[in-house]
């Protein structure tokens, strides 16, 4: 239960009125701020404006899951307008105090080292990436439906990286019927591609496996579907990158051979707002217990 402890909320998207129930279900005392225009506001939460004096009362704060950018800006799509965080509110949080978050942004992390308050960055945590590539695979299965004029069953796909969404991707693909090859770059993940059943590749061998492909899914963060990659490949494939942007596809090149090449970001939260929104809130609940309990063994 976390009876007692003041949460603020600042703006954020569907996912983050999961967040919301799940917390007021948790018996905190929750207050909003850019969910004014939100339908179906749940009850025995406050809505407020954006202050220090607010914020000064928090025990955690609550963040989209990208943060705040640069310039302080906070996406509120369900308030009035966006948030922007002024470096006197940043000066209002209480030192020792919880801001969570999904991934920071320089601006965030700094202005925690400058205030003393604790940043915490969800997707940074194995068990959320690895809950959060299941919403992920759905999304790139979406958009390989919707951007070929073929079935998943018996195409054939390359998934580049067998991380925490590259492994839960290709499981899924083969779950459909389609016939895997996996780019890695260590010999155990080819023998982990292996026992899955799986063709593995080493990814420095790429250019060797570019034929007769109908799909590339990418989820290596660095370039590597290079326009050398990319002269080799049958016209007819579609990449879809899921690395975080810039992607690692040369997205000119694929354009300028008329190769399908999609950057798709921010899946979770556009295919399953609701699950995505399960999957940080009963992260963050656990959090906050521990790190309330971790507290309490300390004084
Ligand atoms: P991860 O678990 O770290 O997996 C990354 C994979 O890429 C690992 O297999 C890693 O191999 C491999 N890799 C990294 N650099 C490489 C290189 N130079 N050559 C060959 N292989 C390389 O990360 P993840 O959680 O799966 O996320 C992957 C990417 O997807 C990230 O950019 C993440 O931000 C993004 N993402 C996007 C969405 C979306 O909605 N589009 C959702 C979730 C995540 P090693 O193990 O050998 O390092």
Same mark, same amino acid.
């Given at each position: 239960?976390?009876?007692?402890?003041?949460?603020? !909320?600042?703006? %954020? *998207?569907?996912?983050?009125?999961?967040?919301?129930?799940?917390? @007021?279900?948790?018996? $905190? &005392? =929750?207050?909003?701020?850019?969910?004014?225009?939100?339908?179906?506001?749940?009850?025995?939460?406050?809505?407020?404006?954006?202050?220090?004096?607010?914020?000064?009362?928090?025990?955690?704060?609550?963040?989209?899951?990208?943060?705040?950018?640069?310039?302080?800006?906070?996406?509120?799509? !369900?308030?009035? %307008? *966006?948030?922007?965080?002024?470096?006197?509110?940043?000066?209002? @949080?209480?030192?020792? $105090? &919880? =801001?969570?978050?999904?991934?920071?942004?320089?601006?965030?992390?700094?202005?925690?080292?400058?205030?003393?308050?604790?940043?915490?960055?969800?997707?940074?945590?194995?068990?959320?990436?690895?809950?959060?590539?299941?919403?992920?695979?759905?999304?790139?299965?979406?958009?390989?439906?919707?951007?070929?004029?073929?079935?998943?069953?018996?195409?054939?796909?390359?998934?580049?990286? @067998?991380?925490?969404?590259?492994?839960?991707?290709?499981?899924?693909?083969?779950?459909?019927?389609?016939?895997?090859?996996?780019?890695?770059?260590?010999?155990?993940?080819?023998?982990?591609?292996?026992?899955?059943?799986?063709?593995?590749?080493?990814?420095?061998?790429?250019?060797?496996?570019?034929?007769?492909?109908?799909?590339?899914?990418?989820?290596?963060?660095?370039?590597?579907?290079?326009?050398?990659?990319?002269?080799?490949?049958?016209?007819?494939?579609?990449?879809?990158?899921?690395?975080?942007?810039?992607?690692?596809?040369?997205?000119?090149?694929?354009?300028?051979?008329?190769?399908?090449?999609?950057?798709?970001?921010?899946?979770?939260?556009?295919?399953?707002?609701?699950?995505?929104?399960?999957?940080?809130?009963?992260?963050?609940?656990?959090?906050?217990?521990?790190?309330?309990?971790?507290?309490?063994?300390?004084?």
């Amino acid at each position: 239960m976390l009876t007692g402890l003041t949460i603020v !909320f600042l703006g %954020g *998207d569907a996912r983050q009125v999961e967040v919301i129930n799940k917390c @007021i279900e948790l018996d $905190a &005392l =929750v207050r909003l701020v850019g969910f004014d225009k939100l339908e179906n506001s749940p009850s025995g939460v406050r809505h407020e404006a954006l202050s220090s004096v607010l914020l000064q009362e928090a025990d955690i704060i609550v963040m989209p899951v990208i943060g705040c950018d640069d310039n302080g800006i906070i996406a509120a799509p !369900f308030g009035s %307008g *966006d948030l922007v965080m002024k470096q006197e509110l940043f000066m209002a @949080i209480r030192e020792g $105090a &919880l =801001v969570y978050t999904g991934m920071a942004k320089s601006l965030l992390r700094r202005m925690s080292t400058e205030y003393g308050f604790r940043l915490i960055e969800l997707l940074d945590r194995d068990d959320v990436a690895i809950y959060n590539s299941i919403p992920t695979a759905e999304g790139a299965l979406m958009m390989a439906i919707q951007n070929t004029d073929i079935t998943i069953h018996d195409s054939t796909c390359v998934v580049l990286g @067998i991380g925490r969404t590259g492994f839960t991707l290709a499981k899924t693909l083969q779950g459909l019927g389609a016939k895997i090859r996996v780019g890695v770059r260590r010999e155990a993940d080819a023998a982990r591609a292996a026992v899955m059943g799986w063709e593995p590749f080493m990814t420095r061998d790429l250019t060797a496996y570019t034929s007769d492909i109908d799909l590339i899914f990418n989820t290596i963060p660095t370039m590597i579907i290079t326009a050398q990659i990319i002269s080799k490949l049958p016209r007819r494939t579609v990449i879809i990158d899921l690395a975080s942007a810039p992607g690692g596809t040369d997205f000119r090149f694929a354009e300028k051979r008329g190769i399908k090449a999609l950057l798709a970001p921010g899946l979770p939260g556009i295919v399953a707002p609701k699950t995505a929104g399960i999957i940080i809130a009963n992260t963050l609940c656990q959090s906050i217990t521990e790190e309330f309990h971790l507290r309490g063994d300390e004084e």
